[in-house]
C-alpha cells in the first residue's frame, strides 16, 4: 500500500490496542503502543530511500529484505528498544506485541498488491503478488479515514476500528471473489491462456489485464466481466547474440527482468551507430504506452554507453535520460 494508507493503518491499530487492558490501564503504555503502531506501519518502506541512489537498486531492493521474515521480526524488536528508552514505564512485553501487529499488517496488506513483496525471504525470492488491491485503493483510506474522524470526535476506538476491521474483511473476501470472476471470463476470451496477471486499479470493476498463451502475449482491460484485448504480441525469446547479452549484463536491465514477470523485447539501430535493447513490461499499459520499461545504448562495439529502467511516459523524456555526447 501506500505510505499514507499505512499511516492511517498503523493509527487505527492503536485505537485498537485500546482493547488491550494493560495498553488502556497506563497512560505511558498507550502513548508508547500508539507511537509504535505509527512506526511500525511504516518501517519496512524504510528501503524507499533506495530510489536516491537509482532506479535499479531501487527496483531490486524494494519491498524485498524489508519486508522478509527476519525483518518482521527485528522491526519489532528494534522499534519496541528505542521507545522503551523514551517511555521507561510502558509495558515492554504488549509494547512489543503491539509492535509487531503493525509490522506484520503492513507487510501483509502489501502482499495483496500487484507490485507484491519478498515476504517468503530467505526461503524464497519469489515475489509474493496477489494482485487483489490496489497500491492506493480509495475505500480503505477512505473508511479508515471516516473511523478516525469518528474516534476523534469521541466515538469508542475499540468498537469503531473493530467494525472497520470486520468492514475491510468482508471487502478483501469482495475483491477476491471479483478477481477470480475476472481470471474466468478472461480464460472464456483466451482459452489457451496459460499466464494471467491481473493488476487492479483505484476504480472498482477495472483491471488491467496482461497474459500469456505459448505463442502470444495479450494485453487488455477487463469492466466487471467484459473484455477488451488492446495488444497481441508474439512471444520471441531474447535473441542469444553478442549484442543483447552484453545488454542483459547491464544492471538496469538486470534489475528489470528480476522484477517483471511478463515482458516484450525490442532492439532498434539508432543514429551514429547506436543500437537500442528495450525491454517492456505489459502488466502497465496506459493511454496506448507501455511505460515501465528498461532501455539500453551499445555501441558497435557492444559497450553500454547509457541504460535507464523506469517510468517514462513519453519518447521525448527517455530521449533527455538517455543523452549520448
Same mark, same amino acid.
Given at each position: 500500500?501506500?505510505?499514507?494508507?499505512?499511516?492511517?493503518?498503523?493509527?487505527?491499530?492503536?485505537?485498537?490496542?485500546?482493547?488491550?487492558?494493560?495498553? +488502556?490501564?497506563?497512560?505511558?503504555?498507550?502513548?508508547?503502543?500508539?507511537?509504535?503502531?505509527?512506526?511500525?506501519?511504516?518501517?519496512?518502506?524504510?528501503?524507499?530511500?533506495?530510489?536516491?541512489?537509482?532506479?535499479?537498486?531501487?527496483?531490486?531492493?524494494?519491498?524485498?529484505?524489508?519486508?522478509?521474515?527476519?525483518?518482521?521480526?527485528?522491526?519489532?524488536?528494534?522499534?519496541?528498544?528505542?521507545?522503551?528508552?523514551?517511555?521507561?514505564? +510502558?509495558?515492554?512485553?504488549?509494547?512489543?506485541?503491539?509492535?509487531?501487529?503493525? *509490522?506484520?499488517?503492513?507487510?501483509?496488506?502489501?502482499?495483496?498488491?500487484?507490485?507484491?513483496?519478498?515476504?517468503?525471504?530467505?526461503?524464497?525470492?519469489?515475489?509474493?503478488?496477489?494482485?487483489?488491491?490496489?497500491?492506493?485503493?480509495?475505500?480503505? $483510506?477512505?473508511?479508515? *479515514?471516516?473511523?478516525?474522524?469518528?474516534?476523534?470526535?469521541? +466515538?469508542?476506538?475499540?468498537?469503531?476500528?473493530?467494525?472497520?476491521?470486520?468492514?475491510?474483511?468482508?471487502?478483501?473476501?469482495?475483491?477476491?471473489?471479483?478477481?477470480?470472476?475476472?481470471?474466468?471470463?478472461?480464460?472464456?476470451?483466451?482459452?489457451?491462456?496459460?499466464?494471467?496477471?491481473?493488476?487492479?486499479?483505484?476504480?472498482?470493476?477495472?483491471?488491467?489485464?496482461?497474459?500469456?498463451?505459448?505463442?502470444?502475449?495479450?494485453?487488455?482491460?477487463?469492466?466487471?466481466?467484459?473484455?477488451?484485448?488492446?495488444?497481441?504480441?508474439?512471444?520471441?525469446?531474447?535473441?542469444?547474440?553478442?549484442?543483447?547479452?552484453?545488454?542483459?549484463?547491464?544492471?538496469?536491465?538486470?534489475?528489470?527482468?528480476? $522484477?517483471?514477470?511478463?515482458?516484450?523485447?525490442?532492439?532498434?539501430?539508432?543514429?551514429?551507430?547506436?543500437?537500442?535493447?528495450?525491454?517492456?513490461?505489459?502488466?502497465?499499459?496506459?493511454?496506448?504506452?507501455?511505460?515501465?520499461?528498461?532501455?539500453?545504448?551499445?555501441?558497435?562495439?557492444?559497450? *553500454?554507453?547509457?541504460?535507464?529502467?523506469?517510468?517514462?511516459?513519453?519518447?521525448?523524456?527517455?530521449?533527455?535520460?538517455?543523452? *549520448?555526447?
Amino acid at each position: 500500500m501506500d505510505s499514507g494508507t499505512h499511516l492511517v493503518m498503523g493509527i487505527a491499530l492503536g485505537g485498537l490496542a485500546l482493547a488491550d487492558p494493560v495498553v +488502556a490501564g497506563s497512560s505511558m503504555t498507550t502513548a508508547a503502543v500508539i507511537t509504535a503502531t505509527i512506526i511500525g506501519s511504516q518501517a519496512p518502506d524504510v528501503d524507499t530511500v533506495l530510489k536516491l541512489r537509482n532506479n535499479a537498486v531501487y527496483i531490486r531492493h524494494h519491498r524485498g529484505i524489508t519486508h522478509s521474515i527476519p525483518a518482521v521480526i527485528l522491526w519489532p524488536l528494534l522499534i519496541t528498544g528505542v521507545l522503551s528508552l523514551l517511555f521507561q514505564d +510502558a509495558n515492554v512485553l504488549h509494547l512489543w506485541l503491539w509492535t509487531f501487529l503493525a *509490522v506484520f499488517l503492513h507487510v501483509f496488506v502489501d502482499i495483496f498488491n500487484a507490485y507484491g513483496t519478498q515476504a517468503l525471504r530467505p526461503l524464497s525470492k519469489k515475489w509474493v503478488a496477489l494482485g487483489v488491491i490496489n497500491t492506493f485503493d480509495p475505500i480503505i $483510506f477512505g473508511l479508515h *479515514v471516516i473511523a478516525l474522524m469518528l474516534w476523534a470526535f469521541g +466515538a469508542n476506538p475499540v468498537w469503531t476500528i473493530s467494525i472497520l476491521y470486520c468492514i475491510l474483511i468482508i471487502y478483501y473476501i469482495i475483491r477476491y471473489t471479483l478477481q477470480q470472476a475476472v481470471k474466468h471470463a478472461v480464460k472464456n476470451t483466451i482459452p489457451d491462456a496459460e499466464k494471467i496477471i491481473l493488476s487492479p486499479t483505484m476504480r472498482f470493476f477495472q483491471w488491467r489485464i496482461a497474459a500469456n498463451s505459448r505463442t502470444n502475449h495479450y494485453v487488455g482491460r477487463a469492466y466487471g466481466r467484459s473484455i477488451t484485448i488492446y495488444d497481441k504480441f508474439p512471444i520471441e525469446p531474447l535473441p542469444d547474440t553478442p549484442l543483447f547479452q552484453a545488454a542483459l549484463e547491464d544492471s538496469n536491465l538486470a534489475a528489470f527482468l528480476s $522484477f517483471s514477470p511478463l515482458y516484450r523485447w525490442e532492439i532498434r539501430e539508432l543514429e551514429n551507430n547506436f543500437h537500442e535493447v528495450r525491454l517492456i513490461d505489459l502488466r502497465y499499459r496506459s493511454d496506448n504506452r507501455y511505460p515501465f520499461v528498461a532501455v539500453a545504448l551499445l555501441n558497435n562495439n557492444y559497450e *553500454v554507453v547509457q541504460s535507464y529502467t523506469g517510468w517514462i511516459f513519453s519518447e521525448d523524456k527517455l530521449r533527455k535520460k538517455l543523452i *549520448v555526447d
